[in-house]
């Protein structure tokens, strides 16, 4: 993907993500997102980057701490709220 995602393209680079189905990213799928971004961090800013995105401490990312990241670093669009 070399543009910025919006909308459902967020959510569905989102649950492409989410291996284990369960609405929520670990790490390795966080990193997942990161290189199909083309966002090539180090294993410590991307470890930087998720423990600041996991607001309720986790160890996960939901969809909307996921989407809160991605529009405060200005990674994307205006987004939905999930289910929108």
Do not use: C, H, K
């Not at 083309?38 to 423990?51: I, S």
């Not at 607001?55 to 670093?73: C, H, K, T």
């Amino acid at each position: 993907m070399t543009t910025r995602p919006t909308g459902d393209d967020l959510l569905a680079l989102f649950t492409r993500a989410d291996l284990g189905g369960d609405q929520r990213l670990d790490l390795m799928e966080f990193t997942l997102v990161l290189d199909e971004l083309g966002l090539a961090w180090t294993r410590a800013e991307t470890q930087d980057r998720f423990e600041r995105a996991d607001g309720n401490l986790d160890g996960f990312i939901s969809y909307e701490e996921f989407r809160a990241v991605m529009e405060s670093q200005d990674w994307a669009g205006p987004l939905p709220a999930a289910g929108a």
